[in-house]
Nanobody
Framework: QVQLVESGGGLVQPGGSLRLSCAASGSIFTPNVMGWYRQAPGKQRELVATATSRRITNYADSVKGRFTISRDNAKKTVYLQMNSLKPEDTAVYYC??????????????WGQGTQVTVSS
């Protein structure tokens, strides 16, 4: 079974920074793709950023230049450094991890979500 533990959300003023973390555990190989999505009230969940096991990254246009995704494959952990935060970044942020278990079953797992609120 795959478990994800997210941390790092909170309340921050506009222009501030936060760092999210998501650690995967269980009988799994290094995840193929680890990423972050977000969902604001009344809106659909949207991609924020993803990173492959070879650290190829992809970002939503709205966060390019402000957010940085990184991962530690040894710890099976993905991070999202969020700088220059704006009120429109307010959302619940979800970690998503895709890969294979040690019995070669494919999985795609969502984290429980962490609230990020940008407000003065």
């Amino acid at each position: 079974q795959v478990q994800l533990v997210e941390s790092g959300g909170g309340l921050v003023q506009p222009g501030g920074s936060l760092r999210l973390s998501c650690a995967a555990s269980g009988s799994i190989f290094t995840p193929n793709v680890m990423g972050w999505y977000r969902q604001a009230p009344g809106k659909q969940r949207e991609l924020v950023a993803t990173a492959t096991s070879r650290r190829i990254t992809n970002y939503a246009d709205s966060v390019k230049g402000r957010f940085t995704i990184s991962r530690d494959n040894a710890k099976k952990t993905v991070y999202l450094q969020m700088n220059s935060l704006k009120p429109e970044d307010t959302a619940v942020y979800y970690c998503n991890v895709e890969g294979h278990t040690t019995t070669w079953a494919a999985y795609a797992k969502w984290g429980q979500g962490t609230q990020v609120t940008v407000s003065s």
